[in-house]
């Protein structure tokens, strides 16, 4: 890329990744301020690091782990992290309903927000910032089929929170098991 602390390199970086990283940082603290925070120090240690960048094509995916190890670091330090059982939810993909009603930003945020880290990083990746399934496991270090395990749970744990019940269908009375890809 260029010498460390290059002011044209971490000005093009700010220019081409701002708004991808802050939005992955609000998706995974729910808050504006915390993620304009978690944007700026990322943009900080990436300048101070930007060495270890060997590769330009690959500085979204390296400026996104910085973000998640900042995010990471900051819940342990609080040691805040909420929890939702997901014991209810399956791995197994069932028919959609014709169309998905629209969901409030808010309420989606929210549901992100209750779930853990380890289930939030990869939906969130995925489906927001257009991260392929072999990209999230290199980032999260785990294996590709854990990362589309915790997607398909998250899926349908956010089913269960946002879709009306009369959509949402029922096994035998419980609340429901399977997951679709259609979240």
């Given at each position: 890329?260029?010498?460390?602390?290059?002011?044209?390199?971490?000005?093009?970086?700010?220019?081409?990744?701002?708004?991808?990283?802050?939005?992955?940082?609000y998706?995974?603290?729910?808050?504006?301020a915390?993620?304009?925070?978690?944007?700026?120090?990322?943009?900080?240690?990436?300048?101070?690091?930007l060495?270890?960048?060997?590769?330009?094509?690959?500085?979204?995916?390296?400026?996104?782990?910085?973000?998640?190890?900042?995010?990471?670091?900051?819940?342990?330090?609080?040691?805040?992290?909420?929890?939702?059982?997901?014991?209810?939810?399956?791995?197994?993909?069932?028919?959609?309903?014709?169309?998905l009603?629209?969901?409030?930003?808010?309420?989606?945020?929210?549901?992100?927000?209750?779930?853990?880290?380890?289930?939030?990083t990869?939906?969130?990746?995925?489906?927001?910032?257009?991260?392929s399934?072999?990209?999230?496991?290199?980032?999260?270090?785990?294996?590709?089929?854990?990362?589309?395990?915790?997607?398909?749970?998250?899926?349908?744990?956010?089913?269960?929170?946002?879709?009306?019940?009369?959509?949402?269908?029922?096994?035998?009375?419980?609340?429901?098991?399977?997951?679709?890809?259609?979240?």
């Open positions: 890329m260029a010498m460390p602390g290059n002011q044209r390199t971490v000005e093009r970086l700010v220019a081409d990744h701002y708004i991808a990283l802050y939005r992955y940082a998706r995974l603290s729910g808050s504006e915390d993620a304009e925070d978690l944007t700026q120090e990322a943009f900080c240690k990436a300048q101070m690091n060495s270890q960048l060997r590769e330009a094509s690959r500085a979204k995916a390296w400026l996104f782990s910085i973000l998640r190890n900042a995010y990471l670091h900051r819940v342990r330090t609080e040691h805040h992290q909420p929890t939702v059982a997901l014991d209810f939810v399956g791995d197994i993909a069932e028919p959609l309903p014709d169309a009603p629209e969901v409030d930003g808010e309420r989606l945020q929210q549901a992100l927000n209750e779930l853990p880290e380890g289930f939030r990869p939906l969130v990746l995925y489906y927001f910032d257009d991260f399934y072999r990209d999230i496991a290199e980032q999260m270090d785990l294996p590709m089929g854990t990362v589309m395990s915790r997607l398909a749970r998250a899926k349908a744990y956010l089913r269960t929170r946002l879709l009306p019940t009369d959509q949402v269908s029922p096994a035998s009375g419980e609340r429901p098991r399977r997951a679709s890809d259609g979240m």
